[in-house]
């Protein structure tokens, strides 16, 4: 663990002159497709704070996309982990297996909703599960099609890009894409015609129907959905819609795929984002705040669907690494133990006390939404006309960033600002970045810049 100071300390700009010495470097080496939110090179991470080279100490709103929710160096998993690179680093599961993987995936059964019988996969990524769930649901069904979502986010291969519903940047020039994915509406209640009441019903109807008339049910495999659509806006389904579309699946044999990836492991309040409305998915997608930093994915769900793959179907050479593995243990004891789904409660009880107070002040603020420490605010021109306001977004973004605030921003119209803080983050630090946040609206609203 590094401890690092839990203050806010900003003594160059932001970036700083060291920062900005890597980054020539990195423009000189690094592929220019790989971006970076903000180019300030980092030293240390622990708890809510972020050193970087200079000597800056900056708050944490992002925890490396909802990743280190535990922290970004968790005693338990550095612990755990170190340990475990001390014994031996690698074996590939699939020649000589270890006991690290199998403690994963018991977790992974007791954690996950539902008490039928469970079984694991486990992977490097988050596209790396999504693209396994598809192989097993339709192995399972022997049906082709998968059904995803406006708004919705899955990856960045080639199946994963076919899922995820945003072009730019993920898509753009990178097709043609995998065939037989299907794009239906989701209950985005914020922007629904009708308004938030009707979306859950409306947004049901209207994708069942299009299942049933230009796919046919008894071709789809797999419908894949994020509880909380995360790059797409945090989009929490109208009330209503994940149900109506779980029953649609259970009734036509089709197997029901959440993508708890970014919602998962206490991000929500829950262990994962479907609690909230007691559903059951057939197949769960983990990753991101599995493992405390460290890269592990996995696809969880009932025993005889996990089973319809054939021996040597599954796998890859890295996949559940028991470095990895390590940490995951250490950082579900970390969540156990430190009650940190009681933490994003009181994180989501901060925040959108203090937003909703910046909302009636700052009538930019369009909608407050999310769960947990899964929180954002999407901007917009006018709220009568709830045109998107981007520019809002990135001014909003850039001025948190020279205060020392790390926020990143999402949406399909780029107008969401996101905040997805460590879960062990102090109270002090996080009311003092919702302080930058105010100030930074303050700002934008004097300059009239937008
Ligand atoms: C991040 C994310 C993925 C992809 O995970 P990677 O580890 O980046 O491959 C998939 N689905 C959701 C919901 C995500 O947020």
Same mark, same amino acid.
């Given at each position: 663990?590094?401890?690092?100071?839990?203050?806010?300390?900003?003594?160059?700009?932001?970036?700083?002159?060291?920062?900005?010495?890597?980054?020539?470097?990195?423009?000189?080496?690094?592929?220019?497709?790989?971006?970076?939110?903000?180019?300030?090179?980092?030293?240390?991470?622990?708890?809510?704070?972020?050193?970087?080279?200079?000597?800056?100490?900056?708050?944490?709103?992002?925890?490396?996309?909802?990743?280190?929710?535990?922290?970004?160096?968790?005693?338990?998993?550095?612990?755990?982990?170190?340990?475990?690179?001390?014994?031996?680093?690698?074996?590939?599961?699939?020649?000589?297996?270890?006991?690290?993987?199998?403690?994963?995936?018991?977790?992974?059964?007791?954690?996950?909703?539902?008490?039928?019988?469970?079984?694991?996969?486990?992977?490097?990524?988050?596209?790396?599960?999504?693209?396994?769930?598809?192989?097993?649901?339709?192995?399972?069904?022997?049906?082709?099609?998968?059904?995803?979502?406006?708004?919705?986010?899955? %990856? $960045?291969?080639?199946?994963?890009? *076919?899922?995820? !519903?945003?072009?730019?940047?993920?898509?753009? +020039?990178?097709? &043609?894409? @995998?065939?037989?994915?299907?794009?239906?509406?989701?209950?985005?209640?914020?922007?629904?015609?009708?308004?938030?009441?009707?979306?859950?019903?409306?947004?049901?109807?209207?994708?069942?129907?299009?299942?049933?008339?230009?796919?046919?049910?008894?071709?789809?495999?797999?419908?894949?959905?994020?509880?909380?659509?995360?790059?797409?806006?945090?989009?929490?389904?109208?009330?209503?819609?994940?149900?109506?579309?779980?029953?649609?699946?259970?009734?036509?044999?089709?197997?029901?795929?959440?993508?708890?990836?970014?919602?998962?492991?206490?991000?929500?309040?829950?262990?994962?984002?479907?609690?909230?409305?007691?559903?059951?998915?057939?197949?769960?997608?983990?990753?991101?705040?599995?493992?405390?930093?460290?890269?592990?994915?996995?696809?969880? %769900? $009932?025993?005889?669907?996990?089973? *319809?793959?054939? !021996?040597?179907?599954?796998?890859?050479?890295? +996949?559940?690494? &028991?470095? @990895?593995?390590?940490?995951?243990?250490?950082?579900?004891?970390?969540?156990?133990?430190?009650?940190?789904?009681?933490?994003?409660?009181?994180?989501?009880?901060?925040?959108?006390?203090?937003?909703?107070?910046?909302?009636?002040?700052?009538?930019?603020?369009?909608?407050?939404?999310?769960?947990?420490?899964?929180?954002?605010?999407?901007?917009?021109?006018?709220?009568?006309?709830?045109?998107?306001?981007?520019?809002?977004?990135?001014?909003?973004?850039?001025?948190?960033?020279?205060?020392?605030?790390?926020?990143?921003?999402?949406?399909?119209?780029?107008?969401?600002?996101?905040?997805?803080?460590?879960?062990?983050?102090?109270?002090?630090?996080?009311?003092?970045?919702?302080?930058?946040?105010?100030?930074?609206?303050?700002?934008?609203?004097?300059?009239?810049?937008?």
């Amino acid at each position: 663990m590094s401890s690092v100071p839990q203050e806010r300390r900003i003594v160059t700009a932001i970036p700083g002159p060291k920062s900005q010495e890597l980054q020539a470097r990195r423009v000189n080496t690094v592929a220019g497709g790989v971006g970076s939110v903000l180019p300030v090179f980092t030293t240390r991470v622990d708890g809510g704070i972020i050193e970087d080279v200079d000597g800056n100490r900056l708050i944490d709103f992002g925890s490396g996309i909802a990743v280190t929710s535990v922290g970004g160096s968790a005693e338990a998993v550095v612990r755990r982990a170190s340990a475990q690179l001390e014994d031996f680093t690698h074996t590939c599961f699939m020649v000589t297996p270890y006991e690290g993987y199998i403690e994963v995936c018991e977790q992974l059964a007791e954690l996950t909703p539902g008490d039928h019988a469970k079984k694991s996969a486990l992977f490097n990524s988050g596209a790396e599960a999504v693209e396994n769930a598809v192989k097993i649901a339709r192995a399972y069904t022997k049906r082709p099609a998968v059904v995803v979502f406006d708004h919705g986010y899955h %990856g $960045r291969t080639n199946l994963t890009m *076919a899922l995820t !519903a945003k072009n730019m940047p993920y898509k753009q +020039g990178f097709g &043609p894409f @995998a065939p037989e994915v299907h794009r239906v509406p989701v209950a985005y209640g914020y922007r629904w015609p009708t308004g938030a009441e009707n979306a859950g019903a409306e947004a049901a109807k209207a994708a069942m129907e299009q299942i049933t008339k230009q796919i046919g049910a008894e071709n789809v495999a797999a419908i894949i959905i994020e509880p909380v659509l995360g790059e797409g806006g945090f989009i929490e389904p109208a009330k209503g819609f994940l149900p109506a579309m779980v029953k649609f699946a259970n009734d036509n044999g089709i197997v029901f795929v959440a993508d708890e990836i970014q919602s998962g492991f206490c991000r929500t309040g829950q262990w994962f984002a479907c609690e909230d409305e007691g559903i059951v998915p057939d197949l769960i997608t983990t990753a991101k705040g599995i493992a405390g930093g460290l890269p592990l994915a996995a696809v969880t %769900g $009932r025993a005889e669907i996990m089973d *319809a793959a054939h !021996a040597g179907g599954l796998g890859g050479t890295y +996949g559940g690494n &028991p470095v @990895a593995c390590a940490g995951a243990i250490g950082a579900i004891e970390t969540m156990k133990e430190q009650d940190l789904n009681g933490k994003a409660k009181r994180i989501e009880e901060v925040m959108k006390g203090r937003l909703s107070k910046m909302q009636e002040k700052f009538g930019i603020i369009g909608d407050i939404r999310g769960r947990g420490a899964m929180i954002a605010i999407e901007l917009v021109k006018d709220p009568a006309t709830k045109e998107p306001n981007p520019e809002a977004a990135t001014a909003l973004a850039k001025a948190c960033h020279a205060e020392g605030l790390l926020v990143l921003t999402c949406g399909t119209y780029g107008n969401v600002l996101r905040f997805l803080p460590p879960l062990v983050i102090g109270e002090d630090l996080l009311n003092e970045g919702l302080d930058i946040i105010e100030g930074g609206l303050a700002i934008l609203e004097a300059n009239e810049t937008v």
